[in-house]
């Protein structure tokens, strides 16, 4: 069955860094949009960025010029770099697969920053 495993979160104080790694098997990695979305308390979950097969980039308002995401298609994995890191960061952060008819997502995992 379809996997995608994040790893790379934890705690951070404000103005760190973390990055997130999304490792993706049983698919056809480089026919995949891949996408880093994420869900803190009480909100809904919300798209924070996002690179598609062909390498186009978008990125949420709120995370632009501190977040990078980039995709290692060798390694079937979607990293996201979080730089300047903001206790509104602070979410569930899940990976994203989303290809012609299916779309699948991580377990998610926790980033919590510190203010």
Not at 4 to 28: D, F, K, M, W
Not at 66 to 75: G, L, P, V
């Amino acid at each position: 069955q379809v996997q995608l495993v994040e790893s790379g979160g934890g705690l951070v104080q404000a103005g760190g860094s973390l990055r997130l790694s999304c490792a993706a098997s049983r698919i056809i990695f480089s026919m995949f949009d891949m996408g880093w979305y994420r869900q803190a308390p009480g909100k809904q979950r919300e798209l924070v960025a996002a690179v598609t097969a062909g390498g186009s980039i978008n990125y949420a308002e709120s995370v632009k010029g501190r977040f990078t995401i980039s995709r290692d298609s060798a390694k079937s994995t979607v990293f996201l770099q979080m730089n300047s890191m903001k206790p509104e960061d602070t979410a569930v952060y899940y990976c994203n697969a989303a290809g012609r008819l299916r779309n699948y997502w991580g377990q998610g995992i926790q980033v919590t920053v510190s203010s």
